[in-house]
């Protein structure tokens, strides 16, 4: 059965301190992992997707990286707007998306 | 582009009764996929249909059930209701069938089970 473990639960940063979010999984034929944001009362917003270790990607202040075994959201000299919760979710070869329960980020002015 | 809707956004119920959660997706998306999402459990597949046809199903009771229209809309039936489905139901969108595309999500149906 896939698995996907995210941590920390809950990370508070001050304005412009850089972190790093974890995302460790296994998974049967790894077909994709994605990161999403979800705001609070909001759907889940997609923001990457990877599918082969070494693979990185940016958008903004976000960068994924994914290896045989974790993934990495780093989030450099954040701002308060980037407060939210951050999903990880894994596709393997049973074709189901299996979510982590997610890092929940604040970041303080 | 209108983004995927979902109605109702809120729903109170109380245990026994049965109720129905629709989803429309973006326009020219004709795979939809549904996730019931909890504190403790966090985001959980329930089942993608495609083509009005049911690809995968997650590991829910048979309670849950899920239908497609020729239009895509989709609806998900939640029968004999429980307190322990009290739940945000999110609905998805994606161009292409299978998990390994991006999903649109819409805002979600909050149920709550008295």
């Known amino acids: 059965e896939d698995q996907v473990t995210q941590s920390p639960e809950a990370l508070r940063l001050q304005e412009g301190e850089s972190s790093s979010l974890n995302c460790s999984y296994t998974v049967s034929g790894l077909r994709g992992l994605f990161w999403y944001r979800q705001d609070p009362g909001k759907g889940p917003e997609f923001l990457f997707t990877l599918y082969s270790a070494g693979e990185e990607k940016e958008k903004e202040r976000l960068k994924a990286t994914l290896t045989k075994k974790e993934s990495f959201l780093h989030i450099t000299a954040p701002k308060p707007e980037d407060s939210a919760t951050y999903l990880c979710a894994v596709s393997g070869g049973n074709e189901k998306l299996t979510f982590g329960t997610g890092t929940r980020l604040t970041i303080i002015p | 582009k209108a983004g995927v809707t979902q109605t109702p956004r809120y729903l109170i119920k109380t245990r026994g009764q049965q109720v129905t959660l629709s989803c429309s997706p973006i326009?020219?998306?004709?795979?939809v996929s549904w996730y019931q999402q909890t504190p403790g459990q966090g985001l959980q597949f329930l089942f993608e249909y495609f083509s009005e046809t049911q690809r995968n199903k997650g590991n829910f009771p048979g309670r849950f059930s899920g239908r497609q229209f020729s239009n895509s809309r989709s609806e998900m039936n939640v029968s004999t209701l429980e307190l322990g489905d009290s739940a945000l139901y999110l609905c998805?969108?994606?161009?292409?069938?299978?998990?390994?595309?991006?999903?649109?999500f819409g805002p979600g149906t909050r149920l709550t089970v008295l």
């Open positions: 998805a969108s994606s161009l292409f069938p299978g998990m390994d595309n991006e999903q649109f």
């Open positions: 326009s020219g998306h004709r795979s």
